[in-house]
């Protein structure tokens, strides 16, 4: 595994934790700015002129300031001893642009004060990581979008993930 391919698994980590976070309402987190922070580190993944790899400290301050509490858990993924988790550099590089889309949606949400919305897109959301480091290999692809992603546009008629839905094909 690269330099960049142990980043971003760290990146996918940390996000899954920053979903759950934010899917349990945890207090004294500023969940925009974690957000925010974990889509400037995946818009770097292979980025010649600023790689993925030499922007984790600038990472790791965005999320100190976004929530101490949220860190002091987290921090551990940023050590050489936590390795980082299996995934497939290339199937991870090909849905970093939904990632972002999501952490998007759902900062959209918080900021617009809809933080049920945003609740349940963080709690489909989490499984996201999971999906890119093999957890669910019995569903396809396609599957694995309706269960996860399927259900939020039933509950609140308006769509979440469906611009992304062909990465899941």
């Keep these: 595994m690269t330099k960049e391919d142990d980043?971003?698994?760290?990146?996918?980590?940390v996000s899954?934790?920053?979903y759950s976070a934010i899917a349990s309402d945890e207090?004294?987190?500023?969940?925009?700015?974690?957000?925010?922070?974990?889509?400037?580190?995946?818009?770097?993944?292979?980025?010649?002129?600023?790689?993925l790899s030499k922007c984790m400290r600038a990472l790791r301050s965005e999320i100190k300031h976004a929530g101490k509490t949220f860190y002091t858990?987290?921090?551990?993924?940023?050590?050489?001893?936590v390795p980082a988790p299996g995934f497939d550099p290339e199937k991870a590089s090909?849905?970093?642009?939904?990632?972002?889309?999501?952490?998007?949606?759902?900062?959209a949400k918080l900021v617009s004060g809809e933080a049920d919305k945003a609740r349940s897109m963080a709690d489909a959301m989490r499984s996201y990581p999971g999906f890119l480091s093999g957890e669910f290999e019995s569903l396809t692809?396609?599957?694995?979008?309706?269960?996860?992603?399927?259900?939020y546009p039933k509950l609140y008629d308006e769509p979440f993930m469906e611009e992304m839905k062909y990465k899941f094909r």
């Design 7 to 13: 980043a971003l698994g760290r990146v996918l980590a």
């Design 16 to 18: 899954r934790e920053a």
């Design 27 to 51: 207090p004294e987190i500023n969940h925009v700015a974690l957000l925010d922070a974990l889509s400037a580190a995946l818009s770097h993944y292979r980025n010649e002129k600023k790689p």
């Design 73 to 81: 858990r987290i921090k551990p993924r940023f050590t050489p001893v």
């Design 94 to 107: 090909e849905h970093i642009p939904a990632m972002i889309y999501g952490n998007d949606r759902i900062c």
């Design 141 to 151: 692809p396609e599957q694995f979008y309706d269960l996860v992603f399927g259900y």
